[in-house]
Structure formats: C-alpha cells, structure tokens
C-alpha cells in the first residue's frame, strides 16, 4: 500500500525558520566578563567542582567532573579564575535556585596546552569513547545524554544503522541546519568516527527537505565516503525525535519500552557529531555550542556560536537586544522548549535556541471542555490516546493512564497543537510524568529506610553479642587466675566478678 | 446396648480427631494475617509519628480501621497506594500524607555529645565524640527522635524542600 507519511501522526507548525536559516553562525560574539557554569545538569546526578575558588584556569581545562550515572564532566569556556560557587537561578521552568560555577574571565582566552594527537580512525575505539567521556559530550540534539554511554552500549549492541539525526523539525531553530552548511565535512567527518567507534555496518544522515542548502552541502561532503549516505526524509514535526526519524529512515519501529539499540540502530545529532570530531581530532572539550536566537521580539535574530555559562542577556544584547517584551521567554524549541523565569540564567549545554515571543506567537487561549474529536490520537506520533490519558490525569489515575501509554508518551506538545478546544494536554501528561517520578523516588526510599532498619539491628545484635562475648572471655580468664592463685590473696578479684556471673545468667 | 456403645465411642473419636486435624489445617494463627503483610509494608524503623508505638501497632491500627492509610508520612504517597491497592480501597478517595519533613543540625549549637545517633532509627546521623554530628538527607525520616534527644535543643524538623530534581509541572488548572 502507498503511505503518504512514513510515521504516524505529526503536525506542520509554521516553520518560522527563514529569519535565521540564511544568516551565517556568528562565532566572534565577544567573551562575557562572568560565566555562570551551573553544577546542576539536565540528566543525571550534580557535578562535583575540582578546583578551588580563586584558582587561575585556562580554556578547555576541567574543571568539574560527573556526579556519577548520566551527568558529563564540565570544562572551562575560557581562561580567567574561579571567583565563587553560588547559587543563581537556574535556566529551569522552576526558577528554583542552583549552585553555579562562577568564572571570571581574564580576556586572554588561553587555551591549556594539549599532547598533539594521532589520526584518530587508527586508535582503538574503547580509547575513542573515553576520549569522548573526557570531553564532556552530551547529546545536542535535546536529551541531553552523554555520549560516550551512547557510544559504549553502541559497541555492546551489534549496530546495523547509524543514523546522524539532521531533522531538526522545532520551529525557530536552525542551529543544526546552519551547522549543516557551515561545517558539513566535520559532521562527515564526525559521523565516520562515531561509525569507526561502534563499528556500525552503515552511515545515513538523515536531513529534512525544507534544508536543500544542508543537503547540498553534505552531499558534496559525503561524495568521497561509500559507507555514507545522505537521505531525505520529509519536513514534519517531530522528525527530529529518535524514534521517528528511525522509522521515517528505515522503516522499522523501536518496540514500546525498547530502545533503538534493540533494532539494531543507533542515533545521534548533527551537533553531537561535530562535536565528537571537534574533541577526537583536535582535543577540543565541549565549551560551546551554535545557540538560535529568535522570536519576533529580537532586533536581529541569529545563530551564535555561545560559550556556556554566557548569560542569556549577554546573548540576547548581541543580537540587537529586544525590540519589544517578549510575552515569554523559551530555551529551546517552541514545541518543547522550558519557559526560563528570567533573563540573567546562562547558557547550557541543551539550549538549542533562546526564543523571545510575542503575545502573538504565544497565542495563549484557555481551554474549552474536550469534545471527543479525536484530532490528539491521529496526531500522536507514538500512536497513543491523548484524550484518555488526559482523562485519566485529570482525576489522579496515573495507572488508567499508564494502561494508556503515558510511558511511551515523548511529550512532543503534537496533541496540545491540533486540539481544537485548546486542552493543555502535553501539560497534563508532564504532570503525571512528574509525579510518578517523585513517587518512584518516594517507593526507593522506603525501601532503603526498610534496608537502614534492618542494618542497624543487626549490628545491635551484633554489638551485643560481641559485648557479652567479651564478658565471658573476661570472666573465665579471670576464673582461671583466680584458681590458680590462693583464694584468699584476691578478695577483690573475687567480689567483682561475681556482679558480673549474676548479670550474665 | 453395646454395639450402640461402641458405635458411638467410634463415632465420637472420629469425629474428635476430624475436629482437631482441621483446627491445625485451616489454623488462622494467633494474628490476623494482613497485619504481617501491612508491617511489611511500612518502614519498619517503628519512628513513632503515626502515633503508635511503632510500626506492628500501627499496621493492627490500620487493618482494625482505626488509623488512617495516610498516617505514616515517611512512607508517603507511595505507600498510601500499595496500602490502598492491598486493603482494596480506591487511592482517589484517601487524601495525602503529612509531607515528610527532615532533621538539621544548628552546628554552632553542636557540642558532639553522640546522643541523636544513638536514637536514630535508620543511622542517618554521622558523627563522633566532641565532633560535630551532620544528618544524611536520603536516609532521614523525619521521625524527630534526634530532637527530643538532643540535650542543647540544636536539632529542628524542616519540611522537605522542592529541588530541580523534584520539582515538576503543576497540573493544570482548568475547569
């Protein structure tokens, strides 16, 4: 049968991306006198400092390392000194407040010096991810997850498919399709070390058709590469989502509660890409990222290649400054960007884009009740029942929601997009996925309060065991003294010990 | 005369031993079997701030329905509802446990005088002689025995905070 869509679902936002998608990256906005370096990471535990405050460092040294499970090291944008570890508010919906480090910069920007290196592709790809570890990767595309885990159980699993995800299918932002044209060979080359690393039997990058210059450009990259493919996959919203652009790709479909391991398939960004070769063939850690500053509130909207811990202010005043108050203020996509609480938060390594909106843009309608139209089920790209599940919330089932896939749910924002009532349902779904999280953690401590319990009474048993043990060592050591010498020559030995008989018995 | 004697002697005998073998077969025990289960269930570090005794009192309250499924605030919601699921109640209709709370030590105020560890149900207080002690969070259930141990009055119960870890969207608000 003829499909006119290889995924399910999906909607076509207004793209928005013509402000941006012609104007080169800027890469020389001059270095903020502060970076703000937050500890806090947007998956996994809090990074731990290794330097101390007042310390000199220099561009590209370390200067935090991972808190354990799926945070990444964080290393120094430029060089200057560490001048505090405080809190500041963080770029986070909550506007809770984060410990930051706090790096002032000397203008200098001096690089730490780096061992020259070998060609990468002839070095061993246990050493390459390491490598990657090191510099402190993260995925760019919006998750957030560190590379090297990626690229680690990439090589446990046997990868058919690398796919190099170019679809980037969030309205406004055009950071990975300026990417694309600027530095094609890097991400091609790039791509070939991820490959080199997993060993995986192909290499396509997929791109959306509403990016011709990208595809160009990456053609003409690729051409020398026979492993290497460039494919065109049709401009929809969410195609940039891992599980999509698979099946857009390839045709197959990630299993519910599987992961594109399981099929065979790895995916990364663009962004990611360039910069595992940045770090692989010129030891260049993490230290900035192509940021889109757009909305209809910015002067002069741009992609800027930003240093992280660069105040959003700092960024915003490059491109022009605000030409109006924005109604809102977004990190990331407007689809599935966070609203940021306020303008002195820096940049981190998941903002893809800064977005200053317009009460027009934002659009703000509240809400009718549903009425069953079912526009939120054909638009669900996962294939799951919006309105159910929104029901199901509604009233605190979190389990009647779950039957309904809320697991699966990837809050892309598709089925809040279509309803024609205005029903804030991705806004729901966020709620539950939230609450049972907080729950998951509440379950796991008690069960380790129940673990605690049991510790320590077994050590007071313990203890007490020990104790009378060492009593009735005591006791006998001191009955055979007092046998052996006469009676009468230790009444006080004697008298004590008795106590001690009577207590014990 | 005598066949009905022995007839009935047998008949009697019988029936006993019948009696007696099922009183062991199907024995319900000294205690009611969901008690053991409910006990189970809950924390175990018998705190008190159910206002029981500990947590075997609490658990004989529960299933006799005379304590509430939401008295236990270091289980939380969790617990509420596995309580709920277990005893057959719908979790929608219970309301929500107190928020549990977490101790902190004034540490100008600490002389290390060792006694709030040594009370401390789950050990979730660090510390040694004339040193001065520190709770671990992850571990602390907020029963607040440190405090009433605690000779300088330097220990206080502070509601859990909302961190970026915790934190997430409020449900929406719509009519």
């Known amino acids: ?505 | 005369m005598f066949t009905s004697t022995i007839v009935l002697s047998l008949l009697g005998v019988g029936l006993g031993g019948l009696l007696g073998l099922a009183a062991k077969v199907f024995s319900v025990g000294e205690e009611n079997p969901l008690v053991e289960d409910i006990e189970g269930m809950l924390p175990g570090s018998n705190c008190g701030q159910c206002g029981f005794p500990g947590c075997k009192p609490a658990a004989e309250a529960i299933v006799d329905g005379s304590a509430d499924l939401t008295c236990c605030p270091p289980g939380g919601k969790a617990l509420v509802s596995s309580l709920a699921e277990h005893l057959g109640m719908d979790p929608s209709t219970i309301g929500e446990p107190a928020a549990p709370s977490l101790a902190y030590i004034k540490e100008s105020l600490c002389t290390g005088c060792t006694r709030c560890f040594k009370v401390c149900p789950t050990d979730a207080i660090v510390g040694a002689n004339k040193q001065i002690h520190s709770v671990i969070g992850s571990a602390c259930t907020g029963c607040g025995k440190c405090k009433d141990a605690c000779p300088e009055d330097c220990i206080s119960l502070e509601p859990e905070t909302v961190d970026l870890d915790s934190w997430h969207w409020p449900k929406p608000q719509w009519a």
Request: hydrophobic content about 35%.
């Open chain 1, 1 to 505: 049968m003829f499909r006119f869509s290889p995924i399910k679902g999906g909607i076509h936002p207004d793209s928005h991306k013509d402000h941006t998608a012609n104007r080169d990256i800027l890469t020389s906005m001059p270095i903020p006198e502060r970076l703000y370096l937050p500890l806090f990471q947007q998956a996994g535990a809090s990074a731990l400092p290794v330097v101390g405050i007042g310390d000199p460092v220099l561009k590209g040294q370390q200067i935090a390392v991972t808190g354990g499970g799926l945070s990444a090291h964080i290393h120094a944008p430029t060089s200057g000194k560490l001048i505090a570890i405080e809190d500041i508010v963080a770029p986070h919906p909550s506007g809770l407040p984060a410990p930051a480090m706090v790096l002032e910069s000397d203008g200098d920007d001096l690089p730490l010096e780096q061992p020259s290196i070998c060609n990468p592709f002839t070095r061993d790809p246990e050493e390459l991810a390491t490598e990657v570890e090191q510099a402190g990767i993260v995925g760019l595309g919006g998750a957030i997850f560190p590379s090297a885990v990626k690229l680690r159980q990439g090589r446990r699993f046997e990868i058919k498919t690398l796919i190099i995800n170019g679809g980037e299918c969030e309205p406004y932002l055009t950071t990975d399709d300026r990417l694309m044209q600027e530095r094609a060979e890097q991400i091609v080359e790039g791509a070939r070390l991820i490959q080199h690393i997993i060993e995986a039997y192909a290499v396509i990058i997929a791109v959306e058709d509403n990016k011709p210059n990208a595809i160009a450009a990456l053609k003409k990259a690729a051409a020398p590469h026979g492993k290497l493919r460039v494919a065109v996959v049709p401009s929809m919203y969410p195609m940039g989502s891992a599980k999509q652009l698979i099946q857009a790709v390839t045709g197959e479909e990630v299993p519910a509660g599987m992961r594109s391991n399981d099929v065979g398939i790895l995916v990364h960004n663009v962004a990611t890409a360039y910069a595992i070769q940045q770090a692989l063939c010129f030891k260049r850690p993490l230290t900035s990222r192509v940021v889109t500053v757009g909305g209809s509130c910015i002067a002069s909207p741009h992609n800027v290649e930003a240093l992280f811990g660069t105040p959003i202010s700092h960024l915003i005043e490059y491109c022009g400054g605000l030409k109006r108050e924005p109604a809102r203020l977004i990190m990331g996509g407007p689809m599935m960007g966070q609203t940021l609480p306020s303008i002195n938060t820096p940049v981190m390594k998941g903002t893809s884009a800064i977005l200053a909106l317009s009460p027009e843009e934002v659009n703000e309608k509240s809400p009718d009740p549903c009425i069953r139209c079912s526009r939120c089920v054909s638009a669900c790209p996962m294939g799951l029942v919006p309105l159910e599940m929104a029901k199901h919330v509604k009233a605190d089932s979190f389990d009647g929601a779950q039957t309904y896939g809320l697991r699966d749910c990837i809050l892309c924002g598709s089925c809040s997009y279509v309803c024609p009532s205005h029903i804030p349902l991705v806004n729901y779904f966020e709620y539950a996925k939230g609450e049972l999280k907080n729950q998951r953690t509440a379950a796991q401590k008690l069960a380790y309060t129940q673990q605690l319990t049991k510790a320590r009474e077994e050590r007071i048993e313990k203890e007490a065991a020990a104790k009378k043990a060492a009593k009735s060592k005591k006791r006998r050591s001191r009955d055979r003294s007092a046998s052996k010498s006469t009676p009468s020559s230790t009444p006080s030995e004697t008298s004590s010990s008795e106590p001690t008989a009577e207590n014990d018995s």
